[in-house]
């Protein structure tokens, strides 16, 4: 059953598609008060009490004992002690309610962080919408949320393939190298990211033609050996006379505004730009359309950045901070003068009074920006999603985004960000699967061997290793960071090993990715969804299930040649390396397992089976038809 509580006059954000009657306040489950413009919902939580959602954020599966904020923040930094990522997903289960919060701009999540048995949601505002599905079960809660929200997104078949990314292939002969060296050490491969360098003067829907020249014909060579390029967009367009998406922006007032009506100027990678307001459907059509240029030229796939919105300086911030310096010129810096004026510059990134200075038009009113904030890059990315449809049909273009609010779900995927190559991220990872999944966005993946400072050779095998099974399964690092490509590292046949048994599970993942889709169902769930009453399954944070048959628990740790896991019931355990697959039954309870560097571990349920293909170089190549049962 499904309710749906609303005050005032919410903004549309769209994440909701099917109709579903307003109530008063007078039943809402939860204690709640308006007080300064803000509302203020609670409860009390039993020890045993898991709450589950958020999707993309900081810290476990159970999500108590900390304070989150929905605010989608460009932040490289994923520790514990943040409390946003790059999304808002204002989805929380508790007991046998799911609560969806629909509405755009900040909320505090304090799940027992200020009193360790209380939760209070503090809304930042009067206008919202919240619904309150009540059902049994955490899954029976989480599809009848997924049919109010719609179908998630399905992307093209070659996007369970193999991908290389790396910031920046810096012209046609890097990526070329890529591929040769793939193909040589014999490792699957299916995608190459174009970074920003592949544009001129880091401008959107451009090619840098000394870099690569001929790119239509690249782009056609490429695939011709079944391979895509993947080329990223950024929200900002640069501001520069003469660069045609700039020209008619500006001309046509698409970009978003100051308080005096004037163009909100940002600077990221191309210096000063402009943000398309993605909140007017005539400025989204208009970007949507602009992909053309790359669809045209064969690009069939696109991964949206900075579209929290990043913004690296303001020109009105920089002019402050700049003033303050020169004002200091000559004098002896003391601690409060020299802290003070580096906080000045460290805080001219993603301000606060730069939000707060950005104006939208949303249905003809102006809106300040911090009123919609979490809707910029869902919306930016709606512009994509929605041209891709109409002009190709479904399932034809891959589009993942970096940020994200639900209702974007449908038209495209979403990767977890900047992370670091820390261990610790592999979890993180982990963590997040389910509850990206609960939220409707189940093409997801981390950046697999991190993306920030230099990965390990192990690092990168065990990240891949639970890569395997990510919808989305993408090697990416950062300018500056280690080489971090399969053939890198020293006896690249491990690697071979691992990205082979994930081609050998393609057909069973895209099967359980459509029915998860189709069926409003979860690829990845926690233990305790499974096994409720269970308390080692209920506590565990290490393992996930994958579909109806299986179980997966990742390596996560630096020098182990394997991990404790728990079986809640009799499993056999599989691992895939390569061709091979060895098998061994265990019963009920803790078990030591090794797992070697080459390695890919999973569990199968008694009385199920999964299928497995013979590995093949691309997905186009996989032989679908001819399939061995484990
Ligand atoms: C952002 C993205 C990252 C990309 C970089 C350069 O940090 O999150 O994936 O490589 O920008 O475009």
Not at 454 to 477: C, E, K, Q
Not at 593 to 611: C, R
């Amino acid at each position: 059953m499904v309710k749906r509580y609303t005050t005032g006059e919410p903004i549309n954000t769209e994440a909701v598609v099917k109709a579903v009657a307003a109530s008063d306040f007078s039943d809402f489950p939860f204690e709640h008060k308006t007080e300064n413009g803000q509302f203020v919902f609670s409860f009390k939580m039993a020890d045993d009490d898991i709450i589950y959602g958020l999707g993309e954020a900081p810290r476990g599966i159970n999500k108590r004992g900390w304070i989150y904020q929905s605010y989608c923040s460009d932040d490289p930094f994923h520790t514990e002690t943040k409390q946003s990522l790059y999304a808002a997903h204002n989805f929380l289960i508790f007991r046998r309610y799911g609560i969806f919060i629909d509405f755009p701009a900040r909320i505090r999540w304090d799940i027992g962080y200020t009193k360790a048995d209380a939760a209070e949601i503090t809304i930042d505002g009067t206008d919202f919408d919240i619904y309150i599905i009540e059902q049994d079960k955490p899954v029976e809660i989480v599809r009848e949320f997924r049919e109010i929200i719609g179908q998630s997104y399905i992307p093209p078949f070659w996007a369970f393939g193999y991908q290389q990314c790396r910031w920046s292939y810096h012209n046609a002969e890097a990526v070329e190298n890529v591929i040769k060296n793939y193909d040589r050490a014999n490792i699957p491969l299916d995608c190459v990211y174009l970074d920003i360098d592949y544009m001129e003067r880091y401008k959107d829907f451009t090619i840098n033609k000394e870099a690569f020249p001929n790119f239509e014909d690249f782009v056609a060579d490429k695939k011709a050996r079944n391979i895509h390029l993947i080329p990223i967009i950024d929200a900002g367009v640069k501001k520069e006379d003469g660069y045609d998406v700039y020209e008619e922006g500006k001309a046509n007032g698409y970009f978003c505004k100051t308080a005096d009506g004037s163009d909100f100027k940002g600077g990221v990678w191309p210096g000063i730009v402009g943000f398309p307001d993605f909140l007017r459907k005539d400025v989204r059509e208009w970007f949507g359309s602009k992909y053309k240029t790359l669809t045209d030229m064969g690009i069939d796939g696109f991964w949206n950045d900075m579209n929290e919105p990043a913004i690296f300086y303001s020109e009105q911030g920089l002019q402050k901070a700049l003033n303050e310096a020169a004002a200091l010129k000559g004098e002896n810096l003391d601690l409060g003068k020299f802290f003070h004026l580096k906080d000045v510059f460290m805080g001219l990134s993603n301000s606060q009074d730069d939000y707060s200075s950005i104006y939208h038009e949303v249905d003809g009113k102006r809106v300040n920006h911090q009123k919609v904030h979490n809707i910029y890059g869902a919306s930016m990315t709606k512009a994509a999603g929605e041209h891709f449809e109409k002009t190709f049909g479904k399932e034809k273009i891959l589009m993942f985004s970096r940020a994200s609010y639900i209702g974007a779900h449908r038209t495209s995927g979403i990767w977890f960000g900047d992370n670091h190559s820390w261990w610790s991220h592999i979890l993180l990872c982990l963590k997040m699967l389910p509850s990206a999944n609960m939220c409707g966005f189940l093409y997801c993946g981390a950046d697999l061997g991190g993306f920030n400072e230099n990965a390990t050779r192990d690092l990168v095998l065990r990240f891949l290793a639970l890569g395997a099974f990510t919808p989305l399964m993408r090697n990416h690092s950062a300018l500056g960071t280690r080489d971090q490509e399969c053939y890198r590292f020293e006896n690249a046949e491990d690697f071979r090993d691992i990205i082979q048994a994930r081609y050998r599970l393609i057909p069973y993942l895209y099967r359980t990715f459509r029915k998860a889709s189709e069926e409003n169902g979860m690829i990845f769930r926690p233990l305790s969804f499974d096994y409720p009453d269970d308390k080692i399954a209920r506590e565990c944070e290490t393992q996930l299930m994958l579909g109806e048959e299986c179980m997966i628990a990742p390596v996560y740790e630096q020098n182990v040649s394997g991990r404790y896991v728990y079986l809640p019931e009799d499993m056999t355990f599989v691992k895939l390396s390569g061709e091979k697959v060895t098998k061994q039954e265990f019963k009920k309870g803790v078990h030591y397992v090794d797992i070697a560097l080459n390695e890919v571990p999973l569990f199968i349920k008694k009385g199920k089976s999964i299928e497995l293909c013979k590995p093949a170089m691309r997905t186009a190549l996989l032989d679908t038809e001819n399939l061995e049962y484990i």
